[in-house]
């Protein structure tokens, strides 16, 4: 298995007059979650359908799992698994006979087929639904059959189009347990998602997509380093504590309206320890303390000059008119 | 890709294809009900006049008449269910994951056209046994009914192709349902229902060049015993280039990117 499990140079592919990807490198190495961030139109599914060999660039260099993606797609093919933002599950199926497909068109040997079959059952936790027909399904367990079905070829890579989109927060984090274990078995995994905690909690690294080009990448901490640090925000009862606290605080930014100072520093305890005890020992009277983290949230704000998380980008309804031919 | 992968993967995608036919019968009750229907109003309501026009023939005559051109039709409105269920499996992601994987590509295609054209006999089989049971006699030999069963499979097998590729090109599966509809009409602009001699000028010539016409009077010869002559040579040569339009057209299309 090479070191880098996807690479891509130059990543380009324009619809009519409109560019959707504009120059995209990326770099995922062997064994780690690497997570395209960004909102609804920004491109993410596009990557992933050239990267998951279903539509071609109009340019760049793409090799995944150390085969070049225009010369040998379907050597790429044999070694990735894709689990789509629409669940890539025959409906009129069981849980069961999805898999079974699956491990026929992997040309499995039956008692190979058999075995994988229960154990993806068993580690997905489908046993009791495995003989349902699908379409009876709730959307989480069809997330998890969707991702079991991609397990069955036992994907080298495998790319993950908006995994949680849609679901429930007690469903999200069994998917996202789910795709922390992949890692540890040695897979590599390409994610895409809209959600700011998803990418912060999941991947080794991120990167930021926004219309068509990469503004950041790098690790959580890396990224949230690219903005201006956090601070501690104090509210007093009355502009005297106010004002014996900027003397205590030189640095601090007043708000003589809501009677709050913001005063730059981090939220790691040996630094809110030493300020509290700076407040104690100027015998302050403080009504309210708020520690503030700069977030994904401010570092896509700080590179785009737009909140992320605007209206109408975190939510996704399903069936986008932008994703409704993504088929 | 070895030869044995290709024929297992086709089988797959068969096996796929006939069980979401027999978990989503309400399609097939249509497809099945519809040319029965057709059947008993034209022997019952129109048959008697009918038949009074083909020299007398009756109903019983007229039935004889008929069947062909209503199992014409059957295997029409047969490849309008293939367009539409063509059309809804591409609403669906199953597709775009078969896409992604190291398979035998044109197993996704050949998985519904064979399933079709199986359930398309299974449905002209049960036409013709309600056309028996009304009455309906041949004095056919078993390889006369050999020969027919394979021309109407035959058929079948051009139409399915040619609607594999209408549901692949239909945007939605509303779309996917009107645009094979025209092929369930054809019968009835050739010698299915009544000679295409007691037609206009312009419509006659329509119907006696048109495809279904010839295998319509290949399959009455076959069953009846009239004369084929030159009718057998051409439903081939249309059952046969007809396939390989829809070949290409399905195809093309298939491996047409979508986004």
Not at chain 1, 13 to 37: C, H, N, Q, R
Not at chain 1, 202 to 222: K, W
Not at chain 1, 239 to 249: C, I, P, S, Y
Request: charge should be neutral; aromatic fraction near 6%.
């Amino acid at each position: 298995m090479p070191t880098t499990a996807i690479s891509a140079i130059g990543l380009h592919k324009s619809y009519g007059d409109s560019v959707v990807l504009d120059g995209l490198d990326i770099e995922v190495p062997a064994g780690t979650i690497f997570a395209l961030l960004g909102p609804n139109g920004a491109g993410k599914t596009t990557t992933v359908h050239i990267l998951a060999t279903l539509i071609s660039a109009d340019a760049g260099e793409v090799r995944v799992a150390g085969h070049d993606l225009s010369r040998e797609p379907d050597r790429v093919r044999a070694a990735i698994g894709v689990t789509g933002q629409y669940s890539a599950v025959d409906q009129l199926l069981t849980g069961r006979e999805n898999l079974r497909m699956m491990g026929r068109l992997h040309h499995l040997s039956a008692p190979a087929r058999r075995c994988r079959e229960a154990e993806l059952l068993e580690r997905f936790d489908l046993v009791d639904a495995a003989d349902r027909i699908v379409a009876a399904y709730s959307g989480g367990m069809r997330r998890r059959l969707d991702l079991a079905m991609t397990l069955v070829g036992s994907p080298q890579v495998i790319f993950l189009d908006e995994p949680t989109t849609g679901l429930d927060p007690r469903s999200r984090r069994t998917m996202w347990q789910m795709i922390r274990e992949l890692v540890r078995d040695g897979v590599t995994i390409f994610l895409t998602t809209q959600y700011l905690e998803e990418a912060d909690r999941l991947a080794d690294r991120i990167a930021l997509l926004d219309r068509g080009r990469l503004v950041a990448e790098g690790t959580s901490e890396q990224l949230k380093r690219l903005v201006p640090g956090g601070h501690v925000r104090l509210r007093f009862p009355d502009v005297e504590e106010l004002d014996l606290a900027t003397r205590v605080f030189p640095d601090g930014s007043r708000d003589d309206e809501a009677l709050t100072l913001q005063v730059p520093g981090g939220g790691g305890v040996r630094e809110l320890r030493a300020l509290l005890d700076r407040l104690a020992d100027a015998s302050l009277e403080v009504e309210e303390l708020a520690v503030h983290t700069p977030d994904l949230d401010d570092v896509f704000l700080a590179l785009t000059g737009r909140p992320e998380n605007a209206p109408g980008h975190t939510e996704n309804a399903p069936g986008h008119t932008e994703k409704e031919g993504a088929r | 890709m070895s030869a044995s992968y290709a024929i297992a993967d086709c089988l797959t995608m068969l096996g796929r294809n006939l069980k979401r036919l027999r978990r989503y019968p309400s399609l097939t009750v249509m497809l099945l009900a519809v040319p029965i229907v057709f059947l008993l109003l034209f022997v019952y309501v129109f048959g008697e006049t009918l038949g009074a026009g083909l020299g007398d023939a009756g109903r019983a005559g007229y039935l004889r008449y008929v069947l062909p051109g209503i199992v014409l039709m059957t295997v029409a409105s047969g490849a309008q269910g293939t367009a539409i269920a063509v059309a809804t499996d591409l609403t669906q992601g199953i597709i775009a994951r078969f896409r992604t994987m190291a398979i035998f590509r044109p197993a996704i295609l050949t998985g519904h056209v064979v399933g079709a054209v199986l359930q398309t006999m299974l449905i002209v089989v049960a036409v013709v046994a309600v056309a028996v049971l009304i009455g309906f006699r041949s004095g056919a030999s078993v390889w006369e009914w050999l020969a027919a069963t394979g021309l109407v499979a035959l058929t079948a097998f051009a139409m399915t192709w040619l609607s594999v590729a209408m549901g692949l090109v239909s945007k939605t599966v509303e779309g996917a349902s009107n645009l094979p509809l025209p092929l369930v009409f054809l019968p009835f602009l050739g010698s299915g229902f009544v000679p295409t001699g007691s037609m206009p000028t312009a419509l006659r010539w329509f119907a006696e060049y048109q495809p279904f016409t010839p295998i319509m009077e290949t399959l009455r010869g076959l069953l009846l015993g009239t004369a084929i002559g030159h009718h057998g040579a051409g439903a081939v040569a249309w059952c046969l280039a007809l396939s390989a339009l829809g070949y290409a057209w399905a195809r093309r299309s298939f491996n047409r990117e979508r986004s």
